[in-house]
């Protein structure tokens, strides 16, 4: 279609409606292309038939991916609950519930130790994932999997998944109250 000075501007509002829908039909025709994830799309070894032992789990596999964003909720969870917890949650009178009925008497503790096993699940679920080398091969070798997972993450995961509320309840320290008290009484 060739715009003419004699066109009239429904005629141009027109050819731009129709040029409009052409460059669509060809951003849409790439979007699909991407998403369909085609041969063209993937990473080579993601087309590869993996050879991985029984328990080995593929760093790129649906479990994997649903695993890793319950996890980054529980992070999400512990990184706004902890502070709140500590902030506005620990006084004498919890604490002295706590000492009578036990640890897991209040619900917020036990929510809390399902965290935490969670996160020990997740330092073993890691110990055999997959991963990808430096020559973009996947590497299922569990010994290779664990000396990788020792040198990356593992020291961040295990402190993470330390829980220290229950080493302080099991211990019976009054640390947490005596220095609750030492701040009230400075001020």
Known sequence: ???SVNNTAADLVLYIILL???LSAFIITDIIEVLSLGADVLPEYKL???RIDKWTILH???FKAVWDWLILLLVIYTAIFTPYSAAFLLNDLEEQKRRVCGYSCSPLNVVDLMVDIMFIVDILINFRTTYVNSNEEV???PAKIAIHYF?????IDMVAAIPFDLLIFGSGSDEVRTEKWRLVNKQ
């Open 48 to 50: 590869q038939t993996p």
């Open 60 to 62: 790129y596999s649906p």
């Open 151 to 155: 040198k990356g993450w593992f020291l």
């Open 1 to 3: 279609m060739a715009i």
């Open 20 to 22: 409009s829908i052409d």
């Open 139 to 141: 590497v299922s070798h």
